[in-house]
């Protein structure tokens, strides 16, 4: 089948020294910076990507070395889940659930190594997703002309708001900044200067890596500065790992649950918008509805650990389907991970399996390899990353500060860019306070530029005809999607936030409060 | 308060970026949407979105107290000079400086964040650098 030679050139590719070697770095980096409170798979990958970039390494390996990381990242969420009871990230949230009641009754090695099996399933059937997935995806989208991809575009930003934010006119202005901050520049098709009030540092426009790090990163060492959480979260007693492999009575009680996880979590990533956080909810309500008939969930079910890093990790491959197959992201980390393939000169949709099938191919490759490292790496020395927790923030957060420079630095060299990013990470700071996402800020900075040249194609192939946007049939469809997805989270989105918030523990959301209320 | 302000502030900035867009000079070779209807579009969909945040507040965040707003605001002081400086100093130097700083400032006990800022730059140097060949600010000592 033209599948399977077209995955063989993939590994082709995928194996090299160099390849494998960056795939290893990328999942040991990775994990520790999901294990790492306060550091997720957006932030870590946003630091990295300036260092790859400048690090001169070519579309293929950078993005091996870029999606190693992320799915490192997802495995290593639940590290710091299970054993101090605050997630390591957003998605990892509701392993605490039961994770944390595992490791209290000194099960936790037992608990790391179920649930690193279960987050390589996830992982990797939701990688076969991806393979039998995108290629549909791709017959679909190649029927778009520019008018049905200024309609895909509005639908990316309508849903991407979605369950995540409680707040869609938030979301909108998000948006609006992003797109806003895009069109500063000289105008691609006439050369005019626009929004630059003449400064020569703003004709070639705001590179979106500087706003990346600086609204991802810097605003996170701002938030640590605000409340002055300088201290470990782990002290040495409170790690007691015991027993690391799961019993085979425990795993063959799991199997069932990993493997509908599974599906679940692959298509809330499929989806756009929610990304693995709904993945991981959205299993373990499914599990715990159906196999919970002792009440056992939530006080350390070992299905109740298995089905949400099965979900989160199935929802994570699933996230990269639209994202490859349409450009149009599922999620804040695949929305950065397009930041990569765009600075590469390599524009995603449906013609990238066709100009870049070693791209797409040898990332594949690359996912499948990455699952087994990250497997290797997680069952046997998932005791080294406990020790990372110890890290202190007050010597982790100047690190991650400095990196952030030294990675803006080595792509332009500029003090400009460098005190722009800064100015992003106050932004930064404003805006989670205020309760506002920063994931469509990054994607409209990003797409606005597309976003612009579709509409302007479309309008001028029918002559100034504002009405070809909502003419075809599949573009009136996109439309509706876009207008549903925007205003069912009104309704909806908040009530399955408040029961998210409410089923975690008392601990809060890496993403924006974790240190908040902790000395 | 604090949701009215920024809704207010969101409109300032549409009603401003919307003038900005006017601004822009018509090139005689433009197609037919020519580069300022985008532009335009952005600016009412961001008043709009401002509007109805400033009329439908959500509760008010948690703002720090006064002394925690002056440590970050010397925060981003200190990164500034530091973007500004880092050609002079050199990176080592000013990244020594700057990690201290911050170290410090996170609760590290004077030696320590010393110890700290040195250890973070020279290894980012060795590891950035030396190892991975990448170029940083070369400054009068060359490092």
Avoid at chain 1, 55 to 77: E, K, N, Q, R
Avoid at chain 1, 94 to 114: F, H, I, N, V
Avoid at chain 1, 479 to 508: N, Q, T
Wanted: glycine fraction near 10%.
């Amino acid at each position: 089948m033209d599948m399977f030679s077209n995955l063989y050139d993939g590994f082709a590719i995928a194996i090299t020294w160099q390849n494998l070697l960056l795939a290893l770095v990328g999942c040991f980096l990775g994990t520790i910076i999901g294990a790492l409170p306060g550091l997720g798979p957006s932030n870590g990958v946003a630091i990295l990507i300036p260092l790859a970039f400048s690090l001169g390494l070519g579309p293929t390996p950078a993005m091996i070395l870029l999606t190693s990381v992320y799915y490192g990242a997802m495995y290593g969420g639940r590290i710091s889940s299970i054993l101090l009871n605050i997630p390591g990230d957003e998605p990892a949230m509701m392993t605490c659930l039961d994770g944390y009641p595992m490791a209290r009754k000194g099960l936790a090695g037992e608990a790391l190594s179920l649930s690193g099996i279960a987050s390589f399933v996830g992982a990797f059937l939701a990688t076969w997703g991806l393979i039998f997935l995108a290629p549909q995806l791709v017959q679909f989208a190649l029927l778009f002309g520019p008018a049905e991809y200024f309609a895909l575009f509005a639908l990316a930003f309508a849903t991407l708001g979605g369950v995540s934010s409680t707040n869609q006119a938030k979301s909108a202005f998000a948006a609006m900044l992003g797109l806003g901050l895009a069109m500063i520049g000289v105008d691609q098709q006439t050369g005019t200067p626009r929004l630059t009030f003449g400064d020569v540092h703003l004709y070639d426009g705001i590179d979106f890596l500087v706003a990346i790090v600086g609204l991802f990163a810097l605003s996170e060492v701002f938030i640590f500065l605000e409340h002055r959480h300088g201290k470990a979260d782990a002290d040495d007693t409170a790690v007691k790992v015991g027993r690391l492999t799961p019993s085979w009575a425990t795993l063959k009680t799991c199997t069932p649950s990993i493997l509908r996880s599974s599906c679940l979590g692959f298509l809330a990533g499929v989806l756009p918008g929610a990304g693995a956080s709904l993945g991981s909810f959205i299993s373990y309500t499914v599990e715990k509805r159906l196999v919970d008939r002792d009440g056992t969930f939530g006080t350390g079910d070992p299905r109740g650990v298995a089905a949400p890093e099965a979900g989160n990790n199935a929802a994570a491959g699933g996230a990269l389907v639209p994202m490859l197959a349409l450009g149009v992201p599922g999620s804040g980390t695949t929305a950065v991970l397009l930041a990569v393939l765009l600075s590469l000169n390599i524009t995603p949709g449906p013609l990238l399996f066709n100009h870049n099938p070693d791209v797409v191919w040898g990332l594949i490759a690359a996912l499948f390899i990455a699952n087994f490292v990250l497997l290797a790496l997680n069952i046997p020395l998932v005791g080294l990353f406990t020790r990372v927790l110890m890290v202190p923030p007050r010597i982790l957060m100047p690190f991650v500060a400095m990196v952030s420079f030294v990675g803006i630095y080595g792509i332009s060299g500029s003090a400009f860019d460098l005190q722009m990013m800064v100015g992003f990470g106050i932004l930064g700071w404003v805006l989670r306070k205020l309760d506002v996402p920063l994931v469509p800020i990054i994607l409209g900075t990003l797409l606005g530029n597309m976003m612009e040249n579709n509409l302007r194609r479309a309008i001028s192939i029918s002559n100034g005809d504002w009405w070809v946007l909502i003419q075809s049939p599949l573009a009136i469809g996109l439309w509706i999607v876009a207008i549903v997805g925007f205003v069912l989270p009104i309704f909806v989105g908040r009530l399955v936030k408040a029961r998210m918030r409410s089923r975690a523990p008392a601990s809060e959301w890496a993403a924006d409060e974790a240190p908040a209320d902790r000395p | 308060m604090s949701d009215r302000i920024f809704g207010a502030v969101g409109v300032l900035l549409a009603v401003f970026y919307g003038w900005a867009a006017l601004q822009t000079e018509e090139s005689f070779l433009s197609d037919i949407v020519g580069p300022k209807a985008f532009p335009l579009i952005i600016a009412s969909i961001l008043g709009l979105s401002s509007l109805i945040i400033f009329a439908f507040p959500d509760a008010k965040p948690k703002w720090p107290s006064l002394p925690r707003l002056v440590e970050l605001f010397a925060a981003v002081v200190v990164l500034m000079l530091y973007a500004e400086f880092l050609d002079e100093a050199g990176f080592v130097f000013a990244t020594a400086l700057a990690a201290t700083y911050l170290s410090w400032r996170l609760g590290s006990p004077p030696v320590q964040a010393v110890i700290a800022g040195v250890a973070i730059a020279v290894s980012i140097y060795v590891v950035f650098h030396l190892v991975l060949g990448l170029s940083l600010a070369r400054g009068p000592f060359g490092f």
